[in-house]
Nanobody
């Protein structure tokens, strides 16, 4: 069983920055990929960024050049650095991992970009 706990969301002005964290429980964190998703009001959850166990990354086109996903295996934590935030980035952000055929989600953290 894996538990994921997100933190770091909040209210920020357009053009601002936030860093989200996703702390994982359990063992062997470094062996598994991690991903960040977001869910905009009234829409389906969408992939924002992902990082493999080896550190390879991929991003949604809408966030390329603005967001950076990273991981610290010693701390069993994944991060999402979000810069140049736009109002359309407003959403609940979730982290996710897949292990042994099961998918684990965090509870989500709200990010609101507004002046």
């Amino acid at each position: 069983q894996v538990q994921l706990v997100e933190s770091g969301g909040g209210l920020v002005q357009p053009g601002g920055s936030l860093r989200l964290s996703c702390a994982a429980s359990g063992s062997f964190f470094g062996l598994y990929g991690m991903a960040w998703y977001r869910q905009l009001p009234g829409k389906q959850r969408e992939l924002v960024a992902a990082i493999t166990s080896g550190g390879s990354t991929n991003y949604a086109d809408s966030v390329k050049g603005r967001f950076t996903i990273s991981r610290d295996n010693a701390k069993k934590t994944a991060y999402l650095q979000m810069n140049s935030l736009k109002p359309e980035d407003t959403a609940v952000y979730y982290c996710k991992t897949d292990r042994g055929g099961s998918t684990y989600w965090g509870q989500g953290t709200q990010v609101t970009v507004s002046s």
